[in-house]
Structure formats: C-alpha cells, structure tokens
C-alpha cells in the first residue's frame, strides 16, 4: 500500500506550509519514498484523532500510523533501512536529536516572530480565526504587533544561525558531503517561512543563503517547485 502524509494546509492545498511536514517530506524524498498527501487544516482534528495527533504530519504506512516528524523519521530510518540513511548511524541519530531541539527552539522559535503576522492571509476563515486566536494567546499580543519590529528584530535571529554558519565554512551541509535529517530540520524552518511569507530573512552573502539555495534545489527542485516567495 502507498505510503500517504497527512500534511497542513490552507485555501491552496498544493502549498503545504508545516516546518515540520516539510522535515518529513525531504526524509522520504532521501529515502527515495512517495507518500500520497492528505491536505488537512487547522480545525479537521478529527481527521487525525484516530491517529492519537492533534497535530501534523501524520505519516500512514499499511496499518501503521506514526505522528509527529522526529518520530516519523526513525520509522523511516528503522522500516526502510536499505534505503540511504537519514543519519549515517546511530551517532549520527543521537546528534540529529540535538539539532530536532536546536531546530524547533532557534530555528522555528526564531521565525515565528518574524512571519506569523502574514499567515492567516494564506488560511480559510475558520482556520485564520482559530490561528489568530490561539498564537495571540501564546504570544500576549495581535500579531501585526508580534512582528512590528521584524525588520530590525531580523539581525538577532541572523546571529542565532551562527552555529549553522559556522559550521557551512567548513562543509557543504551539516551531513557533511551530502545533506542529511540535520538539515532538513532545519530547512524545514526557512521552507515554512518561503511559503507564507515574503518577508526577507537572508542576505544573498550569507551561507546559509547559498546553503537553502542547494536544498531548494535537491530532489529535482521540489521544494523549490512548491508555491512560494522568492525570498
């Protein structure tokens, strides 16, 4: 049976806009897996419920569901392990896991701020008022002025990538040669912020600039090809 992926979306359901499903789609691109997509949207938690999720990506294979895309990765990892790795061995897993919690905490943490004001935009009503409700509620404030200050609060989140731009001067990719799940958590990030959001995050001079360039491009441009801003 086809693999298929639960994956979020708003009024464009070939514009899938998740940090996290797009983690899950450069891990079965690498492992050379197709997974059908299942669009789904804020408030359809019931679609999801028989999973145990309130949250996507949801990856279904045969009778086996798995949620959330750490743990789908290791699925993939584990249930397909003559297809190239994900983590080159399981020192390579134990560091991947640092870089999941560096991902989701510098990486996604970081980008909230800057590009949460422009999402509903991209939502059907329902979902835009359940998103505006909600993260106005985790951030304390409406979100024209969470991101107010984002084209001077931009610099620290370009300082906070130091670590990653560090370590391009040395290789190509945080998998070394070739890319690997460090970096697609990562990439998961700045994807997520192309699709919603025309707000610039890079210089063109900066490595990590010409690093997204390159997984833009993997796996015949896919990411690339998804409707986005050209930022």
């Known amino acids: 049976m086809p693999l298929k992926l639960?994956?979020?979306?708003?009024t464009d359901q070939?514009?899938?806009?998740?940090?996290?499903?797009?983690?899950?789609?450069?891990?079965?691109?690498?492992?050379?897996?197709?997974?059908?997509?299942i669009p789904w949207c804020f408030t359809e938690k019931q679609a999801i419920a028989p999973h145990h999720s309130?949250?996507?990506?949801v990856l279904i294979d045969g009778e086996t569901s798995v949620?959330?895309?750490?743990?789908?990765?290791?699925?993939?990892?584990?249930?397909?392990?003559?297809?190239?790795?994900?983590?080159g061995g399981e020192g390579g897993r134990a560091m991947g896991r640092m870089i999941n919690w560096w991902g989701d905490v510098a990486v996604v943490g970081g980008l909230?701020?800057?590009?949460?004001?422009?999402?509903?935009?991209?939502?059907?009503?329902?979902?835009?008022?359940?998103f505006r409700s909600s993260?106005?509620?985790?951030?304390?404030?409406?979100?024209?002025?969470?991101?107010?200050?984002?084209?001077?609060?931009?610099?620290?989140?370009?300082?906070?990538?130091?670590p990653l731009r560090l370590t391009l001067r040395t290789?190509?990719?945080?998998g070394g040669d070739a890319p690997n799940y460090a970096d697609y958590i990562v990439f998961g990030g700045f994807q997520w912020a192309r699709v919603v959001s025309p707000f610039k995050l890079l210089a063109e001079s900066d490595p990590v600039y010409a690093w997204r360039e390159k997984l833009l491009d993997a796996f015949d441009g896919m990411a690339r090809k998804s409707p986005g801003y050209e930022v």
């Open 112 to 130: 909230g701020p800057l590009i949460v004001a422009d999402i509903p935009a991209h939502l059907k009503p329902v979902d835009a008022a359940y």
């Open 171 to 174: 290789q190509n990719f945080l």
């Open 135 to 162: 993260r106005e509620a985790r951030f304390g404030k409406p979100l024209e002025q969470v991101v107010a200050a984002r084209d001077t609060a931009v610099e620290g989140f370009r300082r906070a990538l130091d």
């Open 54 to 57: 309130e949250k996507v990506p």
């Open 14 to 37: 070939a514009r899938p806009f998740s940090p996290y499903c797009w983690r899950t789609r450069m891990a079965l691109a690498h492992k050379g897996l197709g997974a059908e997509s």
């Open 67 to 87: 949620a959330d895309s750490w743990a789908i990765a290791n699925y993939l990892e584990d249930r397909y392990p003559e297809r190239p790795s994900l983590f």
């Open 6 to 10: 639960f994956e979020l979306v708003g």
